[in-house]
């Protein structure tokens, strides 16, 4: 029986740091890492919480990552920063290239931050929530491995290539959304296989190309794209912007560099901010009030907005801590044992 442990937000975060870096990771990607992980855990977004320090550690240990590596900064157009993570995880060059995105943002209306040459294991929401906490609107998009069949096929193509969106709204949690466009990430058909469930028809094929609710079977066959060739179009839209447009791996790139080591993708991630403060001037009070009446009219109804289960997620374990399965919980320690 997988116990649940009632664990503290702290006690994620130096669980998370610890099994980093005794397993080599330098102190700043450590602790940007275990502030992401503890974010993840927090939000109950179980694919990309404490369950990513297995993968990270898998990966400093597979010798791909650059544990030290340090971010370099460029500018190749006025609205582009770029950042080269050097092989290193992505989220110190987020950190070193956010000032400067909103910065431009703010200057041009319109700017970008590519991040090239990264690790990327982390769910999108809390890049993108930190662009609208700047008041800016934010989208970020990633390919990861070649996991995923076009809608029609039955071989990976496309990474679950994420997709995230924030606008920003006064006095209030902004509005986001952040998902795979797969029918749902792969760290979730992981964590079904972990715990022998099945999954739902539709997330995947077994390796002979038939639909599958066995998460062993899909893992090792393709697992397929949401919304059929909505999904697949999105998923292709991905890999060429923040692919082929920004000069780094697509999915299929990246799991050919991987080689079997089974560790995080590399690749390159494409972040946008816009401020509407420079889009809308004058009108800007109007566009918010126009903006909040979309959103009363999807809540008015009874539905919900996106990362409302998130938020409330966020304010319980602020609260009263997140429960972890002991099976996870064990792993890690075996991480930081041997
Ligand atoms: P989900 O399908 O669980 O959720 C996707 C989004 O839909 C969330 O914003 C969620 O909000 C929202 N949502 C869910 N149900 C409803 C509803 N009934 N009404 C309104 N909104 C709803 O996510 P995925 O499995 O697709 O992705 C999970 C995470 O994995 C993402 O954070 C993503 O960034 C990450 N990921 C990262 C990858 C990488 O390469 N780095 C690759 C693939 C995925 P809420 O959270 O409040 O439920
Ligand atoms: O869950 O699909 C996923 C994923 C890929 C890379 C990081 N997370």
């Not at 609107?137 to 076009?150: C, K, N, Q, Y």
């Not at 964590?191 to 390796?207: F, S």
């Not at 938020?311 to 930081?336: K, P, T």
Request: hydrophobic share 45%.
């Amino acid at each position: 029986m997988n116990d649940l442990i009632n664990l503290s937000l702290d006690q994620v975060h130096a669980l998370a740091l610890r099994a980093l870096t005794v397993n080599g990771m330098g102190e700043d990607h450590a602790l940007a890492i275990a502030d992401t992980i503890t974010r993840g855990q927090r939000d109950e977004c179980h694919s990309h919480g404490l369950y990513r320090v297995l993968v990270c550690v898998h990966s400093l240990r597979s010798g791909k990552v650059d544990p030290q590596a340090q971010p370099r900064v460029s500018r190749p157009a006025p609205a582009i920063v770029r950042v080269d993570a050097q092989r290193g995880y992505s989220l110190l060059a987020l950190q070193t290239g956010l000032p400067l995105l909103v910065e431009q943002a703010r200057e041009l209306g319109v700017a970008a931050l590519v991040i090239r040459n990264c690790f990327h294991f982390s769910a999108l929401w809390p890049e993108v929530e930190a662009i609208a906490a700047e008041g800016l609107v934010g989208l970020a998009m990633t390919p990861s491995h070649a996991w995923v069949a076009p809608e029609g096929g039955r071989q990976g193509v496309f990474g679950t290539n994420p997709l995230a969106f924030a606008w920003p709204r006064e006095g209030r949690e902004p509005f986001v959304f952040d998902f795979a466009t797969s029918a749902i990430a792969r760290g979730d058909i992981e964590l079904h296989a972990r715990q022998g469930k099945p999954i739902p028809l539709g997330w995947g094929l077994d390796a002979e190309g038939r639909p599958s609710t066995d998460a062993r079977a899909v893992l090792e066959g393709a697992m397929q794209t949401f919304g059929g060739h909505k999904g697949s179009a999105l998923a292709a839209m991905i890999e060429l912007m923040a692919g082929a447009l920004i000069g780094d791996l697509t999915s299929a790139e990246s799991l050919a560099f991987d080689g079997g080591a089974g560790a995080t993708p590399l690749h390159g991630e494409l972040l946008l901010a816009f401020d509407p403060a420079r889009f809308l001037g004058s009108e800007l009070e109007a566009g918010r009030q126009r903006a909040e009446a979309l959103f009363a009219a999807i809540t008015d109804q009874g539905a919900r907005l996106p990362s409302q289960r998130r938020f409330a997620a966020r304010q319980r374990s602020e609260r009263e801590g997140v429960w972890v399965g002991r099976a996870l919980l064990d792993d890690i320690q075996r991480l930081i044992d041997h």
